[in-house]
């Protein structure tokens, strides 16, 4: 184990006071980010020569971004039970039977959610929610059905206290999952986030018309491209925390992120960034996530000990990890700069060209690394659109065109999205507010969810000018929350104050409205 410096104490120290002293958290956020703290200091991992110079800087120079998952992680970042088991089995750990009616369903699933960890503490998959509870929406009348369908989204939004908890949707029409979104257009809640799994010809349009008005009311469900998904994680595939396409019964053992703009920096120019700069980073994120990984499968204890595993809940070989990136078009505009070239990302050709020549670059090292942990995805990482942080200033998300440069016409910027989405089989996305006239023609939505998927784009989400609820980059958050919070008031959910960082630092709030 490494030593630890006193000012790195001294200066946890502080912030362990601050957080117990703080007005603004409850006593559940006080509990995680004491943990966090309380983790920050155990130094256990074989950490790669060079990270600290990349890692441990200020946000303006960092280059790699570990995403506060902590020096000894004593779980996989995102975990993504097997749901069905538990409706067909029970769970011998939690003394509970294979539910009966919908009743017990619901109940199961609500005590199960309780010891599911993550890197948030919460559940970030929350299972295909009108596929496990339709077999039980017959053994009570319709009405009762939609009041426990309801009072359940209730119950996970008021104890899942974090916007990253996922359910899924789709692709085939339910009784259920209409009751959900009908219930979620009614609470206006942030939490949980939903995707509908969207296939033309396999998804009814009446139901996917009902997805866009409920999205118009509170920003979900978003849209996924479910046959590509299919393709790439088969059809045990799930959506997860933002956006993260996963393998069903496992997860993600880590998630890192590249900060594509600061490497740039660090560039004479797009040649000396393609040919050593960009390699030598991803070359230690890659040693640095191996290290990760090795240390929570060999020494953790998690795959050896928690019931989940224990019971088949999830399988160790079925996890893979997640390599993320943010900053694409700062990337490729400051590297322009440097060669005295004109061009922006996402209006240009020359620009456009030089984004995808960095994604291939990027997607060749990953195909070429290899990890023995990851046997589910050939041994390979996931590559990921990251989205941002709230402390993040001037880093744009994933492989978005920045805020408040969006091309006038929705179709530019969609062309533009294509080029990129197919890079990333566990997440990307793009986000459009609609005008409030939409409400009139919600077939204008999904006539464009049809076209983009068409296009192969891999992920759309939409939500009202004028809606409480908003999708900051893959979570969801209330303005009137945040209003709050920004008043120094306490709100339920942690989540929150990233959304509040992102409003003021990422500008979420200034998007084209469509």
Known sequence: MRDISMDRVNKTREQILSIIESPELTHEQKLTNLACQADSLMEVLNLPEGLDELLNVPIDTKCICDLSEGHAPIRPRYIAPDYEKLMREGCSFLKLTPPQD????LNNLLIFYKHVPSVTNYPVYLGQLDELLEPFIDTVDEAQAKKLIKMFMMHIDRTVLDAFAHANIGPKATRTGLYIMQAEAELEDAVPNITLKYEEGVTDDAFAIEAVKCALRCAKPSFANHKMFESELTNHYVIASCY?????AGGSYTLCRLILGNIAKRSSGIKDFEENQLPYVMDIMAKYMDERIRFEVEESGFFENNFLVKEGFV???HFTAMFG?????DCVNLLLQKE??????GHDDNANDLGVEIMDIIDRFNQNHVNPYCEITGGHFLLHAKVGLADDVKVTPGTRIPIGEEPEEMIDQLLVL?????????GTGDIFPIDLTVHKNPEFVLDI???AFRKDLRYLSF???NSDVIRVTGYLVKRSEMEKLDKGQAVIQGTTALGLGASKNGHILERKVR
């Open 449 to 451: 969810v049809k076209g």
């Open 418 to 426: 294509n080029r990129f989405h197919k890079y990333f089989p566990s």
């Open 463 to 465: 939500y009202s000018s």
């Open 315 to 317: 399988h160790r070989d």
């Open 340 to 345: 005295g070239k004109t061009g922006r990302f």
């Open 102 to 105: 919908l009743y017990e369903a």
């Open 244 to 248: 993260n396409g996963l393998p069903y």
């Open 325 to 329: 990136l943010v900053g694409l078009a």
